[in-house]
């Protein structure tokens, strides 16, 4: 099993959007609780939304309605769609693969495996 490997970070203001992607470092991914957390400085790492293998998704209640956590299985990776930004989602995010075939996949999941993080920074 390899690290998780994400791309899509960057800056952006206010109310954009923007699209994370990880090489989930198992395979496959749709066999995998999988997941996104984030961690801003000074805070604990917090869940952002986790997937099971039956592509049941879960969120942080502050990401309802905006964050889409989703798996593209011909390609092997793990997305994360972040609509209508805000300052306080600013934070290192990180790609995160759990236990196989473990379906009750909810925001306390055990993480085996964790990506480097790559930095979203939301200026108001």
């Known amino acids: 099993q390899e690290r998780p490997v994400e791309s899509g970070g960057g800056s952006v203001q206010s109310g954009g959007s923007l699209r994370l992607s990880c090489i989930p470092g198992?395979?496959?991914?749709?066999?995998?609780?999988m997941g996104w957390f984030r961690q801003a400085p000074g805070r604990e790492r917090e869940a952002v939304a986790l997937l099971n293998p039956a592509a049941d998704a879960i969120y942080r209640d502050s990401v309802k309605g905006r964050f889409t956590i989703s798996r593209d299985n011909a390609r092997n990776m793990l997305n994360l769609q972040m609509n209508d930004l805000r300052p306080e989602d600013t934070a290192m995010y990180y790609c995160?693969?759990?236990?196989?075939?473990?379906?009750?996949?909810?925001?306390?999941?055990?993480?085996?495996?964790w990506g480097h993080g790559t930095q979203v920074t939301v200026f108001s």
């Open positions: 995160a693969a759990g236990d196989l075939y473990e379906y009750n996949c909810g925001l306390g999941a055990t993480v085996r495996s």
């Open positions: 198992v395979s496959p991914v749709r066999v995998y609780c």
